[in-house]
């Protein structure tokens, strides 16, 4: 599949409440919102934007924190809680004079999707999950023995992992690397061109700070993301795709699931890992148009 690189495609920004939001849009008809996770940005859907526009009004933002999206004050962590993030998507939808979307969410946007589907119900025709993640994770991801492989997120706590990470650009390329490979099925994940896409992205003034506080507001030992609201069981329609082969969100938590929702399919995808929209970018367009028609 032939790369489009970021400045192949249209960019937008809008002023939300408290924070300008960058993002991306192509296409016509229904609106498709797709949300990315850490690391990334919104051009880890690029594979899947141009086929998806063929029938939805995609619409791919930056979450606050990365990207081409503001950074608010980084020192303070209230600002990069998921509660907010997700409270973005609403606005973001309100500024664009959408009533309801298609809602897909990955990584830390799958809790986004998640905290989404409570609070705003009736913003959403239907949502898809990529390797869902629910309030029972928490215990299972910081707890022995998978605290192995979630070391990162204690890492991104401490005052040096910035400095470190952005050290130079070699520094950030061998950091990143580590998890594009790590999480995917077969490494390597990207090519050297896609690799430096990514580099650039996390070499802009703040965005790996951005990136991390994400873990110091959400994910350090005594963070709570999760409310009363997001504990409930929700009856919207949810696809749900979990790469058989994603280290950090095993598939082998699919019995968390039925905790919270009572009308989703659940689809294990082998040959995959953690990234399915760049590994498997044909299954993602299928099953999204199928289960969104």
Same mark, same amino acid.
């Given at each position: 599949?032939?790369?489009?690189?970021?400045?192949?495609?249209?960019?937008?920004?809008?002023?939300?409440?408290? @924070?300008?939001?960058? &993002?991306?849009?192509?296409?016509?008809?229904?609106?498709?919102?797709?949300?990315?996770?850490?690391?990334?940005?919104?051009?880890?859907?690029?594979?899947?934007?141009?086929?998806?526009?063929?029938?939805?009004?995609?619409?791919?933002?930056?979450?606050?924190?990365?990207?081409?999206?503001?950074?608010?004050?980084?020192?303070?962590? #209230?600002?990069?809680?998921?509660?907010?993030?997700?409270?973005?998507?609403?606005?973001?939808?309100?500024?664009?004079?959408?009533?309801?979307?298609?809602?897909?969410?990955?990584? =830390?946007?799958?809790?986004?999707?998640?905290?989404?589907?409570?609070? &705003?119900?009736?913003?959403?025709?239907?949502?898809?999950?990529?390797?869902?993640?629910?309030?029972?994770?928490?215990?299972? =991801?910081?707890?022995?023995?998978?605290?192995?492989?979630?070391? =990162?997120? *204690?890492?991104?706590?401490?005052?040096?992992?910035?400095?470190?990470?952005?050290?130079?650009?070699? #520094?950030?390329?061998?950091?990143? !690397?580590?998890?594009?490979?790590?999480?995917?099925?077969? #490494?390597? /994940?990207?090519?050297?061109?896609? /690799?430096?896409?990514?580099?650039?992205?996390?070499? !802009?003034?703040?965005?790996?700070?951005?990136?991390?506080?994400?873990?110091?507001?959400?994910?350090?030992?005594?963070?709570?993301?999760?409310?009363?609201?997001?504990?409930?069981?929700?009856?919207?329609?949810?696809?749900?795709?979990?790469?058989?082969?994603?280290?950090? @969100?095993?598939?082998?938590?699919?019995? *968390? @699931?039925?905790? =919270?929702?009572?009308?989703?399919?659940?689809?294990?995808?082998?040959?995959?890992?953690?990234?399915?929209?760049?590994? !498997?970018?044909?299954? @993602?367009?299928?099953?999204?148009?199928?289960?969104?028609?």
């Amino acid at each position: 599949m032939t790369i489009r690189r970021p400045e192949h495609f249209t960019h937008h920004e809008v002023q939300l409440s408290d @924070v300008k939001i960058h &993002y991306v849009r192509e296409g016509a008809g229904p609106t498709l919102l797709l949300l990315h996770g850490w690391p990334g940005f919104w051009w880890e859907w690029s594979k899947v934007i141009g086929p998806l526009s063929e029938r939805f009004d995609v619409i791919v933002p930056d979450l606050r924190g990365f990207g081409d999206s503001e950074k608010p004050d980084l020192s303070d962590l #209230a600002q990069y809680s998921l509660e907010r993030v997700a409270d973005d998507q609403a606005e973001l939808l309100n500024a664009l004079g959408i009533d309801q979307a298609y809602v897909v969410g990955h990584d =830390y946007s799958a809790i986004v999707v998640h905290k989404f589907i409570r609070k &705003y119900p009736d913003r959403v025709v239907k949502a898809a999950i990529f390797d869902p993640i629910t309030p029972d994770f928490g215990p299972f =991801y910081l707890g022995f023995p998978h605290i192995a492989e979630s070391w =990162y997120s *204690q890492f991104h706590q401490t005052d040096m992992s910035v400095e470190l990470v952005t050290s130079s650009r070699e #520094a950030c390329r061998i950091y990143f !690397k580590h998890f594009f490979d790590h999480w995917s099925y077969h #490494a390597p /994940l990207l090519t050297q061109d896609e /690799l430096d896409i990514y580099v650039d992205n996390c070499m !802009k003034p703040n965005n790996v700070h951005g990136g991390f506080n994400y873990y110091r507001s959400n994910l350090s030992v005594t963070s709570d993301p999760w409310t009363d609201l997001d504990r409930t069981v929700s009856d919207l329609p949810v696809t749900m795709l979990w790469g058989v082969g994603d280290p950090v @969100v095993p598939s082998s938590l699919v019995h *968390q @699931v039925p905790n =919270y929702y009572s009308n989703y399919t659940m689809e294990l995808i082998q040959d995959a890992g953690h990234f399915m929209m760049v590994e !498997k970018p044909e299954v @993602v367009i299928d099953r999204l148009k199928a289960g969104f028609r």
